[in-house]
């Protein structure tokens, strides 16, 4: 596998791969790997015949009291994960390589980067798009695979790349959970025993969510009160968002027609947790087509 660290050795290896005709797919990430991060890669795998991964902690897409600072590392670590699911080339650059003095340019999706977790993260959008935007023009992939588990962000960058015409394929994976529901996460890491026990509130909020949906329930004022009513029997649990949206626009709904996007962010203890679901008429299952 190569590592490379500078963007202008990353375009030029990426432009060779191109003229020789090889289809890139592109995973980027923030490191701190787990299940969820390999499945994307090798979803990626199967996808193309070279696969780039990048590894950067992006500090713009941090809030000022945020964890950019102690947000899990581990170089090392992650790269040999990555050899292990045959990745091609790691893309690992640094701060001062991706933003050098002078830089001032953000990209903005404005509508839906205002929902959900945009409210509490102000900001946290722009530099997600900005960096992914960034990292697209240097691994200049045709392919890029994000997770279903940040559900916002991968509506959020499909609607860049189609705004944009950056005619990169977006494809989104369902999310990779832990034995007992957990979705997996780097942010698990700062769990304790307890607050990990309590963690588990998200994913049964949604199975009730889903359970009260298949009964009938339609009125998302009523599925989002019994989600809140479990998640606050949950120690060292604050809600910062229940919603109950479009999975298209990300407005809030007020009676559910056909589907229906379930998202949630909680705090345990320190740690801020996000999860979602889609509710289905018929198929109450994580579509796997978005
Ligand atoms: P991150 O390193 O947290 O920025 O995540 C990098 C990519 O991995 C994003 O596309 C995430 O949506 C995806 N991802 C993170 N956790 C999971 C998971 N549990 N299942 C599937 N994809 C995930």
């Known amino acids: 596998m190569e590592v490379i660290e500078s963007v202008s050795l990353m375009q030029a290896r990426s432009e060779e ?6 289809t890139l797919a592109f995973v980027p990430t923030m490191g701190f790997l787990h299940e969820g991060h ?26 000022p009291k945020e964890d950019f600072a102690k947000y ?34 953000t990209v903005s999706v404005r509508e839906l980067s205002g929902h959900l977790c945009g409210l509490s993260r102000p ?49 989104g994976v369902p999310t990779v959970r832990e034995h007992d ?32 949906f298949a009964s009938g329930e339609r009125d998302a004022k009523i599925l989002k009160n019994a989600m809140e009513r479990l998640i606050v029997t949950h120690p060292y649990t604050s809600i910062d968002y229940v919603a109950v949206c479009d999975p298209v626009t990300l407005d809030d709904l007020d009676k559910v027609g056909e589907q229906a996007l379930v998202a949630l962010a909680v705090k345990v203890g320190r740690t801020r947790l996000i999860d979602n679901c889609l509710l289905k008429a018929r198929n109450l299952s994580e579509r796997r087509d978005l």
């Open 17 to 22: 791969l191109r003229l020789a005709g090889h």
């Open 38 to 63: 390999l499945e994307l890669m090798r979803v990626a795998r199967s996808l193309a015949d070279r696969v780039i991964v990048s590894i950067f902690v992006n500090p713009t897409q941090f809030g």
């Open 72 to 105: 899990p590392r581990d170089r090392e670590g992650d790269l040999a994960k990555v050899e292990g699911v045959s990745v091609d080339i790691c893309f690992l650059p640094d701060v001062s390589e991706m933003y050098p003095r002078g830089f001032q340019t």
């Open 123 to 171: 900001g946290h959008f722009d530099g997600v798009t900005t960096v992914v935007s960034k990292l697209f023009n240097i691994t200049k992939p045709h392919i890029a695979v994000f997770g279903q588990k940040d559900y916002q962000q991968l509506a959020v960058i499909s609607r860049m790349v189609t705004d944009t015409n950056m005619g990169i394929e977006i494809v």
């Open 181 to 212: 529901g957990l979705a997996m996460s780097s942010r698990n890491a700062y769990l304790n025993r307890d607050e990990r026990r309590s963690a588990l509130c998200l994913k049964k909020a949604m199975d009730l969510a889903a359970e009260m």
